[in-house]
């Protein structure tokens, strides 16, 4: 932030596993662990803005994309802008809706794959890989394209945003706001993912939501999951995380729910922009079961007939 063991489901579990009701893609520990891992890979150099590092993660997410099928949102996938006088570009993935009258309505599904490049030198090590911070959250946005590209069970429209300079000032997500809502488009609700990449510690949720008491975002997603996904981390509050992540933006142009899910707590990850923040620390089981956990809901959120996601507060 700027200041998966799998579920098995009926008998079998491949890529796809089978229940006696439905056939569902889930996603494998290893699909995240190679997401993260290369992101996080010295060779990126901690993929600070306006760098080489970063313009291979990028061209990393576009492969990634293409092969699985997600079309760019513009001419290409990049939303390209200036940030002190750096070249910068958030990615963006574009799945349309299968409804047609839904589609028109947009759901963004985003993470920040940028990093702050160096940091203090710890044994030899002066690479601030940025592990947790932020390529967890960029191999959920990035898995979670995948499941909706092969399933196609999207009746509204889905970016999958991944954005640039957010450890600048969350300038990548301030510049894909302001574009869109000069656009106009018709967006329902942000849900952005925040240092995932290890759990929670003795909590009875998943993880919880930035301004958590802004809407029924947490209530909406614990009903569609059936299960206690989504809570409240006091911390959150008291460290006004709700206004330090890439939901901030869109939050401000749409008045709409725009919110940040998270499963750093303070207390389970002591290597917040330190060169320690590494690959080989992070929980691919769990972040395997933290993508397959929320799929569902978010589909259902994606999918649902009306927009049941409201602000109980608003600006």
Excluded: W
């Excluded at 990615?91 to 349309?96: A, K, N, S």
């Excluded at 917040?272 to 992070?282: L, R, T």
């Amino acid at each position: 932030m700027k200041h998966f063991k799998n579920i098995i489901v009926g008998c079998l579990v491949t890529f796809t596993v089978f229940s006696c009701k439905t056939k569902e893609v889930v996603i494998q520990a290893q699909e995240v662990d190679d997401i993260v891992s290369y992101l996080a890979s010295d060779e990126l150099e901690g993929r600070n803005t306006g760098t080489e590092g970063i313009e291979k993660a990028a061209v990393y997410i576009e492969n990634y994309f293409k092969e699985i099928g997600v079309q760019p949102y513009y001419d290409t996938y990049r939303d390209s802008f200036t940030v002190k006088g750096k070249n910068a570009f958030n990615v963006i993935g574009y799945l349309e809706g299968t409804d047609p009258v839904l589609k028109n309505e947009f759901v963004i599904i985003g993470a920040h794959y940028d990093h702050i490049g160096f940091g203090e030198e710890v044994d030899g090590d002066t690479i601030a890989n940025g592990a947790n911070d932020n390529a967890a959250g960029v191999g959920t946005v990035m898995t979670m394209a995948k499941y909706f590209a092969k399933t196609k069970s999207n009746k509204r429209s889905i970016l999958f945003t991944l954005f640039s300079a957010e450890e600048m000032g969350l300038q990548g997500s301030k510049y894909l706001a302001e574009t869109l809502k000069k656009e106009n488009i018709d967006l329902y609700v942000m849900l952005n993912f925040e240092m995932v990449g290890v759990p929670l510690v003795d909590k009875d949720y998943t993880a919880y939501v930035t301004g958590f008491d802004k809407s029924n975002l947490a209530q909406k997603m614990n009903e569609y999951a059936g299960k206690k996904i989504a809570g409240f981390l006091p911390k959150a509050g008291e460290y006004r995380l709700f206004m330090r992540s890439d939901n901030y933006p869109f939050f401000n142009e749409f008045n709409v729910p725009c919110q940040t899910f998270s499963t750093f707590d303070f207390t389970n990850f002591n290597h917040y922009h330190k060169v320690g923040d590494e690959a080989d620390i992070m929980d691919f089981n769990h972040m395997a079961d933290f993508v397959n956990t929320f799929i569902p809901a978010v589909k259902k959120a994606v999918n649902a007939p009306t927009k049941e996601i409201k602000l109980t507060t608003s600006k």
